[in-house]
Nanobody, 121 residues
Framework: QVQLVESGGGLVQPGGSLRLSCAAS????????MGWYRQAPGKERELVAR???????NYADSVKGRFSISRDNAGNTVYLQMNKLKPEDTAVYYC???????????????WGQGTQVTVSS
């Protein structure tokens, strides 16, 4: 089976920091990219950051300069370092990845279960 397992969420005060991790495992042939989305109550899910093979990154304007996305050397784990957190960052954060699974005919997009990040005094 293929899994995307997130960790690192929790409650933090404004101005604080958290680091989210997402580890991909299973019968994976290759990972094209990995990233993070978030969804706040009553709002649509939005892209936070994405990192592509080769190191190219993309960030939402709202987090640029505060968040940093990276991958480990093996390429199966993605991190989201979140600094100077604001109440507006409160959301469920979802890991996602474009992966080619052995026995599949094409790469498909996979999602983790989500981890809650709450920024509040």
């Amino acid at each position: 089976q293929v899994q995307l397992v997130e960790s690192g969420g929790g409650l933090v005060q404004p101005g604080g920091s958290l680091r989210l991790s997402c580890a991909a495992s299973g019968n994976i042939y290759k990972i094209d990219w990995m990233g993070w989305y978030r969804q706040a109550p009553g709002k649509e899910r939005e892209l936070v950051a994405r990192i592509i093979s080769g190191g190219t990154t993309n960030y939402a304007d709202s987090v640029k300069g505060r968040f940093s996305i990276s991958r480990d050397n093996a390429g199966n784990t993605v991190y989201l370092q979140m600094n100077k957190l604001k109440p507006e960052d409160t959301a469920v954060y979802y890991c996602n990845a474009m992966m080619f699974i052995r026995t599949n005919l094409a790469s498909l997009e996979y999602w983790g279960q989500g981890t809650q990040v709450t920024v509040s005094s």
